[in-house]
Antibody, heavy 120, light 110 residues
């Protein structure tokens, strides 16, 4: 079964740091590009970051650029999101999603998410 | 990159058809066939329902269809069922190598 499982969320103070992980199984992780997408409480989806299959190409949303770092370890079938200088507005459920390209890149498999709460 | 524009809510009775619109710009929706649609039930992860404007992933009911005209994409659900009640999000890959989502539409099955 194709599966993504996020972990590492929790309560952190403003200005603090957190590292999210996403464990992949059931598919050849190293062949796929990956995304992080977040959803603030009661709000819509927001794309956060992208990483290519090799890790050589990375993109960030303007809202997290300079504060968040995406990375992956293909040997461990794992995706990561290092989040620094956290703000209240970073409070959200964070999803990792597999990217598959037919014509366009689309997110065809999603994890269940991990919750990050930034509050003092 | 501004969010795509969706109606906040739509509703329909079982068996009816509804359409959800998604308006963007020439840099996203209008510029490419890169529109996808996601269904999200409360407390659950999003599920891909339509990709590349009008294609259905394996396992998605053919009651779901997508289209696009100019800067506006649409998701149509025919033969509405109670299980279709959920939030629906459109998304587009953009010319700046990023993804933009719509604000979401809450579908209520009356």
């Amino acid at each position: 079964e194709v599966q993504l499982v996020e972990s590492g969320g929790g309560l952190v103070q403003p200005g603090g740091s957190l590292r999210l992980s996403c464990a992949a199984s059931g598919f050849t992780f190293s062949s796929y590009e990956m995304n992080w997408v977040r959803q603030a409480p009661g709000k819509g989806l927001e794309w956060v970051s992208y990483i290519s299959s090799s890790g050589s190409t990375i993109y960030y949303a303007d809202s997290v650029k300079g504060r968040f770092t995406i990375s992956r370890d293909n040997a461990k079938n794992s995706l990561y999101l290092q989040m620094n200088s956290l703000r209240a507005e970073d409070t959200a459920v964070y999803y990792c999603a597999r990217v598959v390209v037919v014509v366009a890149p689309n997110m065809d498999v999603w994890g269940k998410g991990t919750t990050v709460t930034v509050s003092s | 990159q501004s969010a795509l524009t969706q109606p906040a809510s739509v509703s329909g009775s079982p068996g009816q058809s509804i359409t959800i619109s998604c308006t963007g710009t020439s840099s996203d929706v209008g510029g490419y066939n890169y529109v996808s649609w996601y269904q999200q039930h409360p407390g659950k992860a999003p599920k891909l329902m339509i990709y590349d404007v009008s294609n259905r992933p394996s396992g998605v009911s053919n009651r779901f269809s997508g289209s696009k005209s100019g800067n506006t994409a649409s998701l149509t659900i025919s033969g509405l069922q109670a299980e279709d009640e959920a939030d629906y999000y459109c998304s587009s890959y953009t010319s700046s190598s990023s993804w933009v989502f719509g604000g979401g539409t809450k579908l209520t099955v009356l």
